[in-house]
């Protein structure tokens, strides 16, 4: 499906970014995951270390097809608690730096958009739902628990996601614009309080 084409993932060295092509901000770690993508397919993966929240290291590439925004960073701490210092950073990379990527690969995927070049972010928590306590990683406190309510039964891994982001970036999803997909096994409905209604 991709055989052809240049894609850029951030916070690709870890967790669900690692089944897609990367950057990373710790150099040692992007470039030994992209060594091992490399070794899975007849393609090739390049690691490309950089900090989105630093202005400059902002990458620029020769072509493009397809971005996906999946570096982002969570604090686990009470509201009452919660330092400005850790907002302001998280505000940066979560959003502002989203926008600063995309603005600067945008000249790339527009050249590419007549063979469908896609940009697209990939969101990790639980955005739809109100939680007391920003967790880092929910799993880390009650993955069981997780797990159990889960419809599927398990809890989601680098492949489910890899899977939709190749349905996007290929022309199979090339009509698909401006959607939230929830790659959550069905935990979106079973984590919602079931309404009552009176007649």
């Keep these: 499906m991709l055989n052809t084409k240049v894609v850029l993932v951030t916070g690709g060295s870890r967790g669900i970014g690692k089944m897609v092509y990367i950057t990373s901000r710790t150099q040692k770690e992007c470039y030994a995951a992209a060594e091992e993508i490399s070794k899975l397919g007849s393609g090739q ?6 900090n989105l ?26 509201l009452e608690s919660y330092p400005d210092t850790a907002f302001t ?18 000249p790339l995927l527009r050249e590419a958009a007549v063979q469908g070049g896609k940009e697209g972010n990939v969101f990790k928590d639980p955005a739809r739902i109100i939680n007391p306590t920003v967790m880092a990683y929910t799993l880390k406190t009650a993955g069981e628990a997780i797990k159990a309510s889960n419809p599927l039964q398990r809890i989601g891994c680098p492949e489910d996601v890899a899977g939709v982001t190749l349905f996007l970036a290929s022309k199979a999803g090339s009509y698909i614009n401006g959607a939230t997909i929830a790659v959550d096994g069905g935990s979106l409905v079973t984590m919602h309080p079931r309404l009552e209604v009176k007649l």
């Design 89 to 106: 950073k998280l505000l940066t990379l979560n959003v502002q730096r989203i926008f600063t990527l995309t603005q600067l690969c945008l």
């Design 53 to 78: 929240q630093e202005y400059d290291e902002a990458l620029h590439r020769k072509a493009l097809h397809v971005l996906v925004n999946n570096a982002g960073a969570t604090w686990g701490e009470d």
């Design 45 to 50: 993966c390049i690691g490309l270390p950089a």
